[in-house]
């Protein structure tokens, strides 16, 4: 994702304006600042776009690095540290258990299995699942990592981040094919994000299992990107289903969305 433009600088916030504490909101100001900016930054970087002194911003790096939240590398910049992987890991279990009741919706209305998917890194992994009553299942299953690629769900994630970033990653991952019908072009993978954008929602259509389409839109205002999506065999998720399916996708979202702000979890 690119960097948060709308930030605002730590320095410019009062002392404890929300009933909290100063310190601590400025740190976690940092850790997220060093999330934009892909993991690793300098001081003088964290100095420039939180507005903070450096000698503040070297005191709280020194403490998250002796708790493991940040650690310095050999050429003095600070990376994210190991220890937020744990967070990281229960948070999204969480994201999944409060998704659940939502997707649950979505294959009571629709009869498909529902999925909800982050991207972490470079892959999508998926985090939460309501299996359909049919007996067919799909490719899927909670923990599951793939490319974002040949996914509705990696299409809809990857359409928030600009074209340099998109071809940045597809570099570094390939486009390996799932199958015949797989976007292994950047070029045409960058044409079909334009078409995400502008319908406000993503179609996999047999590109990651034959006999397969996928339906997905992103959850806004999510605290982590993150999609929703309803698969099912290509002779039941049809075109003239998708103008039933998509609109709910979208209420659902909207309404995830509202459940995760409700749990302190919306961006903000």
């Known amino acids: 994702m690119p960097p948060s433009s709308d930030r605002t600088t730590a320095s410019a916030k009062p002392a404890g304006g929300s009933g909290g504490v100063q310190s601590l909101e400025r740190a976690f100001d940092l850790l997220e600042r060093m999330a934009d900016a892909g993991g690793e930054v300098g001081l003088s970087e964290l100095s420039g776009s939180s507005g903070l002194p450096l000698p503040t911003i070297h005191r709280l790096m020194r403490t998250l690095v002796a708790c493991g939240y940040v650690r310095q590398q050999p050429n003095r910049r600070y990376a994210l540290g190991p220890r937020l992987i744990r967070l990281g890991e229960s948070a999204s279990r969480l994201l999944g258990t409060w998704a659940r009741p939502h997707l649950a919706r979505l294959v009571e209305e629709t009869g498909e299995t529902s999925n909800m998917a982050l991207l972490d890194g470079d892959e999508v992994v998926y985090v939460a699942q309501v299996p359909s009553r049919h007996s067919m299942r799909m490719f899927t299953e909670v923990g599951r990592r793939v490319l974002p690629h040949s996914t509705g769900v990696g299409k809809v994630l990857l359409s928030h981040s600009s074209d340099e970033e998109v071809r940045a990653l597809l570099a570094r991952t390939g486009m390996p094919a799932a199958t015949e019908r797989t976007i292994t072009s950047p070029d045409a993978f960058l044409r079909v994000l334009e078409e995400v954008r502008a319908a406000g929602y993503a179609v996999d259509d047999n590109e990651q299992e034959i006999g397969v389409r996928c339906l997905a839109v992103s959850v806004p205002d999510s605290p982590t990107p993150a999609a929703i999506s309803v698969s099912g065999p290509a002779g039941r998720v049809t075109e003239e289903a998708t103008e039933r399916i ?23």
């Open 246 to 268: 998509v609109p709910l996708l979208q209420e659902v979202a909207a309404d995830l969305s509202k459940a995760l702000a409700g749990n302190g979890l919306g961006a903000g």
